[in-house]
């Protein structure tokens, strides 16, 4: 691979992840650090499968791959917990991490 080709491709990489990185924001919570671009805090209103639903009215989607704090321990109803991940659309969060907290 020649110089002109290496800096180019470099370039590419550069243009596609750098508007990625400027939304993330560096959380710690709890002895947890986080780097995502969105986080919500709140109680736990309602668990559907794989979407829960805040008392605010926001609501949370898990997926496959969702870590959450501590490990091992489910979530339930009256939860206080800390949501950080990419937007979901309309006011959602796609849930990445959540901690569960003792309170506000």
Do not use: W
């Not at 009215?57 to 009256?78: A, D, E, M, S, W």
């Not at 990419?86 to 990445?96: C, Q, T």
Request: no cysteine.
């Amino acid at each position: 691979m020649n110089v002109r080709t290496l800096l180019g491709t470099l370039a590419v990489g550069i243009a596609v992840v750098a508007p990625s990185l400027t939304g993330a924001q560096t959380y710690s919570v709890n002895g947890y650090t986080h780097h995502y671009p969105q986080r919500i805090k709140g109680y736990i209103a309602q668990i559907d499968k794989t979407t829960l639903t805040m008392r605010n009215g926001r609501h949370v989607f898990l997926q496959q791959g969702t870590v959450i704090n501590p490990t091992g321990r489910p979530l339930h109803v009256g939860d206080y917990i800390d949501v950080f991940g990419p937007p979901g659309g309309e006011g959602a969060i796609n849930a990445r991490e959540i901690d569960i907290l003792r309170g506000p």
